[in-house]
């Protein structure tokens, strides 16, 4: 049976790299508009033609693209902040919890994760989920991405070469990824988060130091990291490295899984210590973007989950 996607929005970063991984697959049939790409009507038509619709859009136009689906079967896929912690929508993150696989693969309308939060809810929601952080802990994120996860106007920016090698910015605190990274982390108090971008195309590294003497028990470096490793066991692109392999290190390279679906999780620190530094290794334009994107569709349209991602 052949499935047909709709990319609302294949000309942006995201959208581009989801049609890439979909153009080859013999089982999809893409709906292309070419120039009628901006007609209302047209993309009316194929929103509610296509048995799924992937939306790579800014906020705004990927409400109003929802608005104009009137039909009870299709299925969505949302790529904007819109939707990530709204009512009837399922998170799509398929590792975060034990049966978010199906839920995915039952709903109508999911939200792709942000590329931080993926990392972050990665590292964050196993501990919280088992205790180990209580659910009233103030925790902080550090993270450093590539260029292409700002869009359009910052890659210009970069590859023109006029732009500093490292940039902190979001430096207000009001940072449109918090409401996701607190509200399915199960924190309930907002994180605190330093994200930075890079002079290089793509590739993440997100970060979150823990004081391990302030958590209950005071847990060592092997508990945070059974828990992680017991909760991502069989998973099939979440990953956590074992503390030999992870002690051997010098550094990471935040461009070391560019071109997968899979995540890295590392716990850094001294056994004997009292301190951890939490560490996710991710390609923001895949498990952060569009390969979740392409995981999430395959869930949901009853496919197999690594489908055009291995």
Sequence with gaps: MTH?????????????????????????????????RRDPAAR??????????????????????????????TRVIDASTAFR????????FAEMDVGQGAAIAGSTRVSNPGCYPTGFIGL????????????????TVNAVSGYSGGGKSMIAEFEAGGAPAFRAYGLTQHHKHVPEMTRHTGLSH???FAPAVGAYRQGMLVEVPLHLAS????????????ALAEHYAGSRFVEVADLETTEALTGIDPEGLNGTNRMRLHVFGDRSGSQARL??????????ASG???????????LPEDTGLT
């Design 44 to 73: 009316r038509e194929a929103l509610n033609a296509a048995d799924a619709v992937i939306l790579c859009l800014p906020d705004d136009a990927a409400i109003e693209a929802v608005g104009m689906i009137d039909n009870a079967t």
């Design 292 to 302: 979740a994107a392409v995981q999430n569709l395959n869930l949901m349209l009853g």
């Design 124 to 139: 964050m929601r196993p501990l919280v989920k088992a205790g180990i952080v209580p659910a009233d802990r103030f925790v």
């Design 215 to 226: 958590l209950p028990g005071s847990p060592s470096i092997e508990v945070i990291h059974g």
């Design 85 to 92: 912690v709204a009512d009837g929508w399922t998170y799509g």
């Design 279 to 288: 560490v996710a290794l991710l390609d923001n334009l895949g498990k952060g």
């Design 4 to 36: 047909t996607i709709f990319i609302d929005g294949e000309a942006g970063t995201t959208g581009l790299e989801i049609r890439e991984r979909l153009e080859a697959r013999a089982d999809l049939e893409l709906i292309l508009l070419g120039d009628r």
């Design 190 to 192: 907002d994180v605190m």
